[in-house]
């Protein structure tokens, strides 16, 4: 395990949007059906890390003034994040409040760690990550949304690291935010043009309720309890421990690779007869890298005995309403607008056998995702429930998107080196994103223990290797596992 490095803390200060700024100066917005259920997961823990090649004091007396003058000025306009969650009795149901004068907890430190090892896509202690994560509070009669931590690494980098509450907002909304402060900090404050701003009426879900809302508060009331405090119920996270010998690591499909994946699969799906008639188009890149990596995982799972009695798997990916909604909700929506879309297999019947694994499993996640076609919100409250009351086993849900742009998020200083989620340590999800190395690739996190990440990455390294040589050869779609 490498050296454990505390960071020192150098400033903690609130920032807020200017006085006045805000209209109104209080506000108070239920959470929607679409929130509801993601209020009692744990926070959102995002990190970019830039190199930043300066001194300590280049980075307090220029750099430092202006993040925190900038995120005064992205706030007026997503003020929301500013406030804070609660659960009062009356009306009876959680609800986004600000008031003037919230503001976002901001913590300076500073750190000698190696920034280098911490930003890399090698294997490494997932505890390493965890002091550059900013403390949001995950329990309470009144919780805050977001906090921010800006850990500096004198004369090679720093990194920023938030942390959101993820009944907020969704992924999309949050790199609408993070997308809008970085410019205002490379740019000035230009005034923002209308079709840019955040759309923040959460009312326009109400009518696709069909009564959802009512069912995920009653299944949040047998999770949170009924304790209160002052009229407010105190909200819980399902909050769990890391667990020892975890390591986290960034793999990647760089546009040839992934493409060459996806031609795989597709010929997969034409030699077996019973999905012939049934898919005859090929599956997206995505599709495709997620079906490798799902069966990447049980196999490693099987090699280092770490699989249990439980026979089921499933694999899980966030499906995006806003434009499957009828009528539609704006893109610029922020608020959740996403749902979870789970395929539930039989290992045994996945694991069959012949080389077909990652072709069946590809088409099981492109089924389900085309299935949302027919009805976006279409058997969602299944979903939800089957989510929090899953069996131990082998599960595999995504976060983020190659589609939100991690790397273009870019402060004034440079793209970021590395972008990561550091929450998937107690989530288990694989962290989607486009390739830091601007080829139109697909890059993904992980973080397994230390004898699944060997065995993960050797299947996974192998896999593709295989795959190089089906491209020459792409007659034989034998197994790549």
Known sequence: MAAFKPVKVLDQCKVAPPPGSVTPTCTTNPLSFLDIFWLALTPVETLYFYEFPNPISHFTESLLPQLKHSLSSTLIHFYPLSGNISWPHEPNQPMICYTEGDSVSFTVAESDADFYHLSSNHPKDAIESRLLVPHLSTSGPILPILAIQVTVFPNTGICIALARNHSSCDGRGFNHFMRTWSSISKLGAPSLLPE???????????????????????????????????????????????????????????????????????????????????????????????????????????????????????????????????????????????????????????????????????????????????????????????YFDLPPGRYLATAGSPQFGYYKTDFGFGRPKKVEMASIDRSGAMFLKESSNEDDGIEFDLVLNRQEMDAFVSLFADGLNALSEYSLCPSTPRSLL
């Open 196 to 386: 840019s701003l955040p759309f923040l009426d959460r009312t326009v879900t109400e009518e696709h309720d069909d009564g959802m809302l009512k069912m995920f508060m009653d299944m949040l009331d047998r999770i949170m309890g009924s304790e209160s405090v002052s009229g407010n119920r105190i909200l819980r996270a399902m909050d769990s421990e890391l667990q020892p010998n975890m390591v986290r690591a960034t793999f990647e499909l760089n546009e040839a690779n992934s493409k060459r994946l996806k031609e795989w699969v597709f010929a997969q799906y034409k030699k077996d007869e019973q999905t012939e008639t049934r898919r005859s188009i090929p599956p997206s890149r995505l599709v495709a890298m997620c079906a490798y990596t799902w069966i990447c995982l049980l196999e490693a799972e099987a090699k280092t005995g770490e699989s249990n009695t439980n026979n089921m798997t499933l694999f899980g990916i966030n499906v995006d309403c806003r434009a499957r909604l009828n009528p539609p909700i704006p893109e610029t929506y922020l608020g959740n607008c996403v749902r979870p879309c789970v395929v539930i297999a039989d290992k045994t019947d996945l694991m069959r056998g012949g080389g077909g694994e990652v072709g069946v499993a590809a088409q099981m996640i492109g089924d389900a995702v085309h299935e949302m076609e027919k009805g976006v919100l279409k058997g969602l409250p299944d979903t939800v429930s089957d």
